[in-house]
Nanobody
Framework: QVQLVESGGGLVQAGGSLRLSCTAS????????IGWFRQGPGKGREFVAA?????DYADSVKGRFAISRDNAKNTVSLQMNNVKPEDTGVYYC???????????????????WGQGTQVTVSS
């Protein structure tokens, strides 16, 4: 089994920055397309960003968030800059074993999910 673990969440003031990371237990992440999703209270799971052969972003985070890989550390990170209160939610990373051959923004395209990390942005 592939176990994904997110870290880096917390409380941050609007306009500030936060960096989330996703790692895997017992397996390298390099063969997987990786997506970040978030879910606010009472809301569905929303696409944020993805990386495979390319990077993709939700319109709401373009220019503010950046997704990247660090293969030496076996991590995928989500750099969040100029955060807004509407960025608040539980953030999940997910792995696509087809390396991005399925639609990047669809929850159903991903095979493995982490437990989530809470991000709270104060106004």
């Amino acid at each position: 089994q592939v176990q994904l673990v997110e870290s880096g969440g917390g409380l941050v003031q609007a306009g500030g920055s936060l960096r989330l990371s996703c790692t895997a237990s017992g397996r390298t992440l390099s063969p997987y397309g990786i997506g970040w999703f978030r879910q606010g209270p009472g809301k569905g799971r929303e696409f944020v960003a993805a990386i495979s052969r390319r990077t993709d972003y939700a319109d709401s985070v373009k220019g503010r968030f950046a997704i990247s890989r660090d293969n030496a550390k076996n991590t995928v990170s989500l750099q969040m800059n100029n955060v807004k209160p509407e960025d608040t939610g539980v953030y999940y990373c997910a792995a696509d074993r087809t390396y991005g051959s399925r639609p990047f923004a669809a929850v159903g395209s991903y095979d493995y999910w982490g437990q989530g990390t809470q991000v709270t942005v104060s106004s």
